[in-house]
């Protein structure tokens, strides 16, 4: 049996249309409600196994992603692969994230960073950095929805469960706005 993710997406009313302010501050006609989604064990079991089996052959011994949505993520992808689940916090002072909470990470390991929706990618970037900072290599990068549809290069292997094209601007360039279309702050 073949995942349709986007049908997936779509029955579980996780695919929004109309005009978006995401967290990475470009706006949007479409909106991937990772809640909607991952609110659903079935779901995000299913789509987690389609990330987990294109990058097993990376050979990762530990899962992280970062708070929020990717700690589910994170947590059922490591429970795919049989690995541990790690989560990169934001750091309590300045920018980037973090492990805290006794979280162990170090060159002895090959860490598989996840997320739920890339937009940006700003959020792997800094599980990416937090990783390296504890001496640890990359094994991969997975997301469960593509926004960009495989146009974001991480210089490492990368899978998806669904890779979707879907335009987003900058504020200022935004043709909705120009229409003084309401938008909704994600």
């Known amino acids: 049996m073949t995942l349709d993710a ?13 005009h978006f302010v995401l967290t990475s501050g470009r706006h949007s006609d479409t909106f991937i409600e990772k809640f909607r989604l991952l609110q659903w064990p079935d779901v995000t079991e299913a789509l987690c196994r389609r990330v987990a089996a294109a990058l097993a052959s ?20 490591a429970r795919q692969l049989g690995v541990r689940a790690l989560v ?19 060159p002895d390991d090959r860490c ?11 959020s792997l ?11 640890a290599a990359i094994a991969g990068v997975g997301v469960l929805v593509d926004r ?9 292997p990368f899978a ?7 335009q987003s601007w900058e504020p200022n360039a935004c043709p909705l706005c120009r229409e003084g279309i309401p938008a909704t702050e994600t």
């Open 6 to 18: 986007l049908a997936l997406l779509e029955g579980r009313g996780a695919v929004l249309r109309g």
């Open 58 to 77: 990376t050979a990762p011994t530990c899962v992280a992603g970062p708070t929020t949505g990717g700690v589910i993520v994170a947590y059922e992808t």
């Open 88 to 106: 990169a916090e934001r750091r309590e002072h300045g920018p980037g994230r973090e492990f805290r909470r006794g979280f162990e990470l170090g």
């Open 112 to 122: 598989l960073v996840v997320d739920d929706v890339l937009t940006t990618g700003g």
């Open 125 to 135: 970037r800094e599980v990416l950095a937090a990783v390296r900072e504890r001496g």
């Open 148 to 156: 960009t549809g495989g146009g974001t290069d991480f210089g490492v």
């Open 160 to 166: 998806s469960a669904l890779a979707l094209t879907v």
